[in-house]
Nanobody, 115 residues
Framework: QVLVVESGGGLVQPGGSLRLSCAAS????????MAWYRQAPGKQRELVAA???????TIADSVKGRFTISRDNAKRTVFLQMNSLKPEDTAVYYC?????????WGQGTQVTVSS
């Protein structure tokens, strides 16, 4: 069992920045593929960014150039740096840890972009 906990969400004005953190338990963290998803009201959950154990990254076209994903294996944490935020980035952001034995999701953190 892997426990995944997100933090860092909140209310921010358009053009602002936030950094989300996702901590995952387990001594095998460095082998996990990690990803951030988001789900806006009335919409399907969508992939925002992902990072492999080898630190290869995938960024959704909708956030490319504004969001970056990184990981700190020593802290068992993955980060989502979000810059130039737009109202359409408003959503609950979820972190997923993919281990050999399965996928594990956090409870999500709310990000609201509004003036």
């Amino acid at each position: 069992q892997v426990l995944v906990v997100e933090s860092g969400g909140g209310l921010v004005q358009p053009g602002g920045s936030l950094r989300l953190s996702c901590a995952a338990s387990g001594s095998g963290f460095s082998d996990y593929a990690m990803a951030w998803y988001r789900q806006a009201p009335g919409k399907q959950r969508e992939l925002v960014a992902a990072i492999t154990s080898a630190r290869a990254t995938t960024i959704a076209d909708s956030v490319k150039g504004r969001f970056t994903i990184s990981r700190d294996n020593a802290k068992r944490t993955v980060f989502l740096q979000m810059n130039s935020l737009k109202p359409e980035d408003t959503a609950v952001y979820y972190c997923k840890a993919s281990a050999v034995f399965g996928d594990y999701w956090g409870q999500g953190t709310q990000v609201t972009v509004s003036s």
